[in-house]
């Protein structure tokens, strides 16, 4: 029975990847009776992609390789222009719509904190221009890179872009220059969500967010951790907890989980904190720990004041998360269960692995499966689960279905 099971994983992980990308970009036009029934079939396409992925890693198989000699041209060739599409594009909206605090005021307060931080300013000091006098809660990583477009003047929302299209392609880049007709298949996934993603009002993603950042930032993480690399890894871990605070129960999860490995944890560990506090002083976000650690309650109190109707109808009910279930004065126990959640979910997940015999050479592909389980807890619970902030759930998929399909090892 099991070997028989072995041969639907792939097949059934491409169906579940394909209805997470469709709900993630349809989930805006279908309509408001069939939104609770789309979040659970989101929600459970997202846990069997990590259950499925994890399930994958036990399976030995050789990949199935085209023979055709220009196969690798033509995956290269279209791949160029789905991104080159999807640049084009881009590049028309950003000169249609450009930042404006009004629209969305994320991405405005961010380039003013940036300028600060290129001008020696503190960049947490309130902003006076956005809202007459707006007290920046985001932390380091959220917005330092802006300050690269900023010094070259150019529009800070291409580092958002650039990031994000880097994170896709270092899990479709072929190393050994073999393809499979499976490789195709992932190309079309992409194709299909980048380029679908910038029509029924998806293109807000780009125009008013920050998140396609956040979603490189995760896909790096999950190939540093696929190649093993312990240095790389901290840097990446230290980009991913100082934008949300969603990865430190993984975090400390996977340190228990590498703990033989002292030298690999030692690396990792120096590397992180270094980083980590390093940008907590020269950003100043050490003034504001107690506002980092109060936003989570801001949001409670924000739901809970008469405003929270109108965002709960608008928002929560049109969205893929699951708070719409609850009712406004039961958030905070949603909030709660979220935390319990996220906290106990990927340590057992880690320490389920001290029984289990997997390989040396699967360990951090067996944390990638569970820091897909983690994002897709994270996001789902939510209180007040904007539709733009799931596409880094979605989107990390893209890592583990390259990994199963290509049967990568570290």
Known sequence: MQISFNKFIKPLLFIAVLIEFFLTVYIIKIPLEYKKISSVIYFISGISIGILFLLSLKIKEQPKVIKFRYAIHFYYAILLLIFGYFLYQINFFFYSYPLNYKWADMLPIMKIMAERFIHNENPYNPIYEIWDGMKPIYLPTMWILYSIPITLKIDI???????????????????????????????????????????????????????????????????????????????????????RYILLFWFIGYLFYVYSDKLFLKKLLLTTIILCISLFIITQAYTQIDVFLNTPKGYLNFMNSGLGTGVYDTTIKKSLGIAKFFEIKQLGFLHYLSMFFSIIVPIFLFYIYRSVRFSKEVRNNYAIGILKISLVIFFNMLIIPMTYLFITSTLFSIALLSIVINKKTT
Request: hydrophobic share 55%.
């Open 157 to 243: 929302r291409w580092i958002n872009i650039i990031v994000m299209l880097f994170g896709i392609f270092v899990f479709l880049y072929k190393r050994e220059r073999k393809i499979q007709v499976l490789d195709f298949l992932i190309l079309a996934l992409v194709a299909y969500f980048l380029i679908e993603s910038l029509h029924h009002k998806n293109q807000d993603w780009y125009i008013l967010t920050e998140e396609p950042l956040i979603v490189g930032y995760y896909l790096l993480l999950a190939y540093v951790l696929f190649r093993n690399k312990p240095i790389l890894i901290g840097i990446a871990i230290s980009l991913c907890l100082l934008s």
